[in-house]
């Protein structure tokens, strides 16, 4: 089972860019795809993007399209997300996942994530 733990989230202006990093440890990391998710108050957990093993190919979520980067570095066994314009509507806490399977590609949904960090707040002021 491989551990996640999220940093880099905080409080930042409307318009406004964070970087969000998710270290890995315990399997192999560079074997699994790779995702982002996030949930506001009150609402379910929800797809922002994902990244294939070897960081070839990428997806994302139509809100955060163009906003948005995912990338990882295998050999510091970390996946980032890196935020740009920032709007209120992205206001959540923040999860990266790790694929249950290796060699699989995420897709937009939770039920193949087999581990999950704890979190981290991100909040957009208006």
């Known amino acids: 089972q491989v551990q996640l733990v999220e940093s880099g989230g905080g409080l930042v202006q409307a318009g406004g860019s964070l970087r969000l990093s998710c270290a890995a440890s315990?399997?192999?990391?560079?074997?699994?795809?790779m995702g982002w998710f996030r949930q506001a108050p009150g609402k379910e957990r929800e797809f922002v993007a994902a990244?294939?093993?070897?960081?070839?190919?990428?997806n994302y979520a139509d809100s955060v399209k163009g906003r948005f980067t995912i990338s990882r570095d295998n050999t510091q066994n970390t996946v980032y997300l890196q935020m740009n314009s920032l709007e209120p509507e992205d206001t959540a806490v923040y999860y990266c996942?790790?694929?249950?399977?290796?060699?699989?590609?995420?897709?937009?949904?939770?039920?193949?994530?087999?581990?999950w960090g704890q979190g981290t707040q991100v909040t957009v002021s208006s």
């Open positions: 315990g399997r192999t990391f560079r074997l699994y795809s």
């Open positions: 996942a790790a694929h249950a399977r290796p060699y699989t590609i995420m897709v937009p949904t939770t039920t193949d994530c087999g581990s």
């Open positions: 990244i294939t093993w070897g960081g070839g190919s990428t």
